[in-house]
């Protein structure tokens, strides 16, 4: 597959993920109104269940074969992602232990690259104000 290929099918999948978190966050906002104080959090339950529903019939895996980082990006295919990890893991080493470890792992990097991107942008944000 050419990059320029894997870009396109990246972005339109981390698209198209997006859309249906905004499908999600406007179902949960129209049914509990706008100000809900914890519409984020229902709104990322919800893409924790679509993760779900892709993942154990194989679906994620399928998509993420052909998108790459799109279909890990959205919190979603984050879920996806984190169970890959667990899973690789565990058919690697045989051990649970593992792919405890290798999910932890990927958590952690994630987690620790959003932050610091949030800091430096944060300090851009500062500085240009």
């Known amino acids: ?3 320029v290929k ?3 099918l990246a972005f339109a999948v981390g698209g198209l993920y997006a859309v249906i978190g905004q ?3 406007t179902a949960f906002a129209g049914a ?3 100000d809900f104080p914890y519409l984020g959090q229902l709104t990322l339950l919800g893409m924790g269940v679509v993760a779900l ?3 154990i019939p194989g679906i994620h895996q ?3 074969a052909v998108s790459g980082f799109g279909s890990i990006l959205p919190f979603n295919g984050f879920a996806g992602g984190v169970a890959d990890a667990y899973e690789g893991a565990v058919a690697e080493t045989g051990q649970a232990s593992k792919g405890v470890s290798a999910a932890i792992k990927l958590v952690l990097l994630v ?3 959003g932050g610091l991107v949030d800091v430096i942008v944060g300090a ?3 500085c240009v104000a």
Do not use: T
């Open 23 to 25: 499908i999600i966050w």
């Open 53 to 55: 529903v892709l993942y």
């Open 32 to 34: 509990l109104g706008a």
């Open 6 to 8: 894997g870009w396109v």
């Open 1 to 3: 597959m050419s990059k």
């Open 124 to 126: 851009i944000a500062f």
């Open 62 to 64: 399928r998509i993420a």
């Open 111 to 113: 987690i620790g690259i």
